[in-house]
């Protein structure tokens, strides 16, 4: 199908705690969004889950909001694009399209002795020579080869093709499609621990070692391919293309328009993912970071190094809906900038573990430095300045890695609307950070490779890019930085230390 001038492209940005339809006109600009939020379900500590059946109606919902803020109505559909929360595991019955247990969401934890074990066989290196990952938790494989050991029967149905596993790109495809396609893209495949980034294709030895029947994985296509039509969507008519597909953190990566190597963006979201593309070469890390697969100009696969942070947002959710002490998300930036410091707190958020650098699936939070003096103000400022510490973490590793120092940083993500958050990162940097005037990359970047892919523009540099909004340059005298940056030291530290150390060290000061 030849794609109409005057027709619409609908992204479908479904994220760790809500969903986001964008619609786009021809000339790549938003014209109308929708938006719905996705309960997160907690049923012990570490452990962290959705509905299969609940993100499929924040989908359908955010689409249809967005479809009815359209300014000229029933203009048609010229394709749709998804991008989704990666890592995240669902599996369902074929014949029925149910799932067969809650998802299990990426910053879940509760596979970490699991990938202990295959760490202490030795299996860590081989996995990351194929894949670019490490054996951690936070990837699709032990998520899935639980719930085929914990559900009663899976493994019997998996075995006999009763099953079809995905990454949330998946289920939406079989969803939109009414059970017709099975796929996923290269991105998605390159964070379950199966795919060889290097072969582009699933890896059968992977799939061995964790005990994963093949005929569950989806058949892998290009990111601005052939992904079907829409069957029996309420809401939306049938055979509207489906023509591009990515995660997140490549989508996001695509949408600021980094396709080539030296491209670099920021995403604050949940959590933090810098990543920097490396072109058609796999670059490994030395410093704790990831070789994923990226987009190239096309939407075709190329490769980039990435730095995770599993929580960012989220802490600020969490001083919300756990702690009480924010009414809404937004209220942060207000009552942060009532007090000059954070006082001497600082937050390491551990909540699910520590990413890159790190990678210690056995880390959990601390906040230190706490004083009677210490205020809601204080504890407050500090949440929003360790999502800020931990990003220069992950830019002092992708420095170490690319050999060269971080000039300016391009952001994006819903975060990023905080203006004390942009400007403390700028501060502890030392970098101009450059927030564009659409924040939401990640969905962008979804409808751009869908427009690719229904032949509305050639690549990504056919597409007018985005304006920069706002630049915020570094305030901070060197020696502030370096002090702050010295107390996020020690209190990352104190949380790496072993629990015997910890004990001697207070009796010490006592």
């Not at 600009?29 to 059946?53: D, I, K, M, S, T």
Request: hydrophobic share 40%.
């Amino acid at each position: 199908m030849s794609a109409r001038r005057d027709a619409r492209l609908l992204a479908i940005d479904q994220g760790t705690t809500g969903t986001v339809a964008l619609l786009l006109d021809s000339a790549g600009r938003v014209v109308a969004r929708g938006y719905a939020e996705l309960p997160q379900h907690f049923p012990r500590p570490g452990l962290v889950e959705h509905r299969g059946e609940e993100i499929w109606q924040t989908v359908l919902h955010a689409v249809g909001v967005a479809l009815g803020r359209d300014p000229v109505p029933k203009t048609p559909i010229a394709a749709i694009g998804i991008t989704n929360q990666r890592e995240t595991t669902l599996l369902w019955e074929r014949p029925t399209s149910r799932p067969i247990a809650p998802a299990i969401v990426w910053q879940d934890r509760r596979t970490s002795a699991r990938c202990e074990a295959l760490r202490r066989a030795g299996h860590e290196r081989a996995i990351a020579r194929q894949t670019g990952l490490r054996l951690d938790p936070y990837f699709s494989a032990t998520k899935l080869e639980w719930l085929l050991d914990h559900v009663p029967g899976a493994r019997a149905k998996a075995r006999r093709g009763e099953l079809a596993f995905g990454t949330v790109d998946s289920w939406l495809l079989w969803k939109l499609t009414g059970g017709r396609v099975h796929a996923t893209d290269p991105t998605n495949a390159s964070r379950t621990l199966l795919y060889d980034i290097h072969k582009r294709q699933w890896a059968a030895r992977l799939a061995a070692l964790f005990r994963i029947p093949t005929a569950t994985l989806p058949e892998v296509r290009p990111s601005a391919g052939d992904f079907g039509e829409t069957l029996g969507v309420p809401g939306l008519p049938d055979g509207i293309p489906i023509r591009g597909v990515a995660g997140d953190q490549q989508a996001a990566l695509f949408g600021q328009g980094c396709v080539s190597a030296g491209g670099l963006k920021n995403t604050y979201g949940t959590g933090c993912f810098l990543m920097l593309h490396t072109g058609a070469k796999a670059v490994p890390s030395r410093s704790g970071l990831l070789t994923t697969v990226a987009c190239g100009p096309r939407g075709e696969a190329a490769y980039a190094l990435e730095g995770s942070v599993f929580v960012a947002g989220a802490a600020i959710q969490w001083l919300r809906d756990g702690m009480g002490l924010l009414d809404v998300a937004a209220d942060s930036e207000f009552v942060a900038r009532s007090v000059p410091d954070a006082g001497g707190t600082f937050l390491v958020p551990a909540f699910t573990g520590l990413g890159a650098p790190y990678w210690r699936a056995d880390a959990r939070g601390v906040w230190c430095g706490i004083t009677r003096g210490t205020t809601r103000a204080h504890l407050v400022r500090a949440a929003l300045e360790s999502i800020a510490f931990q990003t220069k973490d992950v830019v002092d590793a992708m420095n170490s890695d690319a050999g060269a120092r971080l000039k300016r940083l391009r952001v994006d993500g819903g975060a990023t609307q905080n203006d004390f958050l942009m400007q403390f990162q700028a501060d502890i940097l030392g970098v101009p950070i450059e927030r564009p005037s659409v924040v939401e990359s990640t969905a962008l970047g979804a409808a751009y490779l869908a427009g690719i892919g229904a032949g509305m523009w050639t690549d990504r540099g056919a597409i007018p890019p985005d304006e920069t909004e706002s630049v915020f340059t570094p305030r901070m005298a060197r020696k502030d930085r370096e002090a702050a940056c010295a107390g996020w030291r020690a209190a990352v530290e104190l949380l790496l230390r072993p629990p015997a150390s910890r004990r001697a060290s207070r009796s010490s000061r006592r």
